[in-house]
């Protein structure tokens, strides 16, 4: 189990929570629970109802849909926000590659934060603007592909 302090410097270096000052993430610090994931084991499961999101602290995880696979996490990485805040089905599996060291956070816990600290706010929305330009651009990339073969 990790000291509080190494908790907050973990915290401080994670896209979500990099604007939240330092006496504030002590409290973020104090409700995520760590949790350890051995290689090949399911972190999260396609179709499950999930309210929490997580963080890598140690470890690499692959998101995959059945045998394809559509991207690899990395340490410091957020997974999961988007059930946290609005619990529906899990839209791909998530599997540890090795063992994994992760934080988790509940849904109410996230919600309690966000309405005591604006930056936790602003860090979300960062990382959902960034991942959804991420599809839009791949959307964009596989139209633009579809094009070309039509016209072949």
């Known amino acids: ?83 946290a805040l609005d619990p529906e089905p899990r839209s791909a599996t998530i599997t540890a590659l090795e063992d994994c060291h992760l934080f988790k956070l509940e849904e109410g816990p996230l919600y309690d934060l966000m309405a005591e600290h604006v930056e936790v706010v602003r860090g979300i929305i960062r990382v959902l603007c960034r991942r959804m330009r991420n599809t839009l651009r791949q959307q964009m990339k596989q139209k633009t592909c579809e094009k070309g073969l039509d016209r072949d």
């Open 1 to 83: 189990m990790l000291l509080t302090i190494e908790r907050v410097i973990i915290l401080k270096s994670v896209n979500i929570f990099s604007e939240v000052p330092e006496e504030d993430l002590v409290e973020v610090a104090s409700i995520v629970e760590e949790v350890h994931v051995e290689s090949g084991e399911d972190i999260i499961v396609k179709e499950d109802i999930g309210t929490s999101m997580y963080i890598i602290v140690k470890g690499r995880a692959r998101v995959h849909d059945g045998g394809k696979e559509l991207a690899v996490l990395e340490e410091r990485t957020v997974f999961g926000e988007l059930a």
